[in-house]
């Protein structure tokens, strides 16, 4: 990928706050030091909910993991007590790899990384969007996410998840663009992989040229952006519009950020902090030398009340903690039906950091085969679903405080039709919420 696609997918909000001490004043434009920029191909700025851990990819890095040919790797820094920022560090497997690897977004309660990531099946490299959850042992393995009729007619691309987990922007070209790049959105089922058809934020935002580095403020309405459709200083420059409905497609006309932030330069990879009046973006100095800088936020651009309640996972009042359900299986078989556990998954809440899913088996097969067969039966289908549940809830806390393997014996349906015996081949799930 070359530094302009880079800088598209890498258009980041920055989901967590910066301490305005780090500027000497707010009217100040600051170049961040050599640990961010002593390699010019620098971007992808995004902090943690902490303050503490700063990602960004550098690309043809020879230090990357497959060295000057790798275009992307990411890279993180840690403060020090002084504030300061320590010596970058290139992140382990399984987030980078030989291929392309930029983080995209971290959402900021639940510490889910938004991924652009690389798969190679039979010799095809394709790229893809993934998500993975941070936890005391490290990051997960990345998890692909599907986007209902996604195409992208470009070879410039940007994905960003947004503080609520469900909502995706997307910068894309495709039949519903007005020209390059528009900016999309999409809306995920529940805690699924799975995301809506992304719908064009319309002829406010998009213009026949490009739009990029769309970040939504926790306040849920206020919308950063790159442009060079809309009138700037020269080539993308930073804009900001506010939501006026729930449609999606209705924004108020975008305003430029001002001289003070846009250059005749490319100024995009906006970053906002968790207050909403500093940003990190990607611009230039006077001789045009890319980098990552720390800009204060105009009070009249500035993003309305968040939405974000520490120690609440944003939504949660809507969607159930509690749920009970069956899983149906096949004759003596012990495959779990992923899409029918994800849809039954989908209405639940996500958890927080101090609550944990308690949940209950309960297995039984049919009559056919033996009683040790059944049992054996019975013991492998509960494992399975376990083990299912692990990977479909990876960034969630789950105890499984009983699993009771029936077999054939307490059958719960009559076992002398098949109607009654195909009921049989279940595990009863329940989950509460603690």
Known sequence: MNSVLHCFLSALLLTCALRAGDLDSVSQKIRLGTAVNSYPAVVNPVLSYDMQTLYFSRKFYPENTGSIRDPDDIWECRRAPNGRWQDAVRLDP???????????SICPLSNTALLQTTVVNDGIAKQVFALSHHT???WSEPEVIHIENYRNDSPYFYA????????LFLALQNKHSQGSLDLYVSFRDGISLNFSEPRNLGPSINTVRTEGSPCLGFDGRTLYFSSDGHKGYGSLDLFVSRRLDSTWTNWSTPQNLGPQINTPYLDHCFSLSADGTIAMIVSADSLGTPGIYQVHVPAAMQMGPSQVEPGKHPGKKTIADSLSFDLHFGVDSAVVNITELRDALSGLAVALEDRCWKVTLDSWTDNSGTEAHNASLSARRAAAVRSALYKSMANQCLSFTAVHNHGSQDARFNNEDEQGRAA??????RMTLR
């Open 94 to 104: 399984p987030l980078n790899t030989s291929e392309s690897n930029v983080l995209c």
């Open 136 to 138: 005391s042992q490290g």
């Open 160 to 167: 960003y998840l947004a503080y609520d987990e469900r909502t």
């Open 424 to 429: 049989n081949r279940s595990v009863r799930i």
